[in-house]
């Protein structure tokens, strides 16, 4: 059975930093292209970060770029999301999310993700 699942999330104050994982279980992802997306209450999930299966290309929401910095490590069939200068309004349930195995897109749709994983929460207080 496939798995995602993550962790590191928490309760932090603006400004402060978290790392968040995303470890796979079930068969490998090292092919798959994987995904952050992010949901906070009353709205729509929205993209976060995305990274090719080779970690050679990444994309990222405009809201966090330049803050936030995803990577993976195929070896150990994890994903992780380096979250800096948190604010606020970057409180959520961050999910990770696993694309089709050999594909070579990595979207920033949701509708681009075969697998996810049930999410941590992260809270930013100001």
């Known amino acids: 059975q496939v798995q995602l699942v993550e962790s590191g999330g928490g309760l932090v104050q603006g400004g402060a930093s978290l790392r968040l994982s995303c470890a796979a279980s079930?068969?490998?992802?090292?092919?798959?292209?994987m995904g952050w997306f992010r949901q906070a209450p009353g709205k729509e999930r929205e993209f976060v970060a995305a990274?090719?299966?080779?970690?050679?290309?990444?994309r990222y929401a405009d809201s966090v770029r330049g803050r936030f910095t995803i990577s993976r490590d195929n070896a150990k069939n994890t994903v992780y999301l380096q979250m800096n200068s948190l604010k606020p309004e970057d409180t959520a349930v961050y999910h990770c999310?696993?694309?089709?195995?050999?594909?070579?897109?990595?979207?920033?749709?949701?509708?681009?993700?075969?697998?996810w994983g049930q999410g941590t929460q992260v809270t930013v207080s100001s």
């Open positions: 999310a696993a694309g089709a195995p050999g594909s070579s897109t990595v979207d920033v749709s949701n509708l681009g993700y075969d697998y």
């Open positions: 079930g068969r490998t992802f090292s092919s798959s292209a």
């Open positions: 990274i090719s299966w080779r970690g050679s290309f990444t």
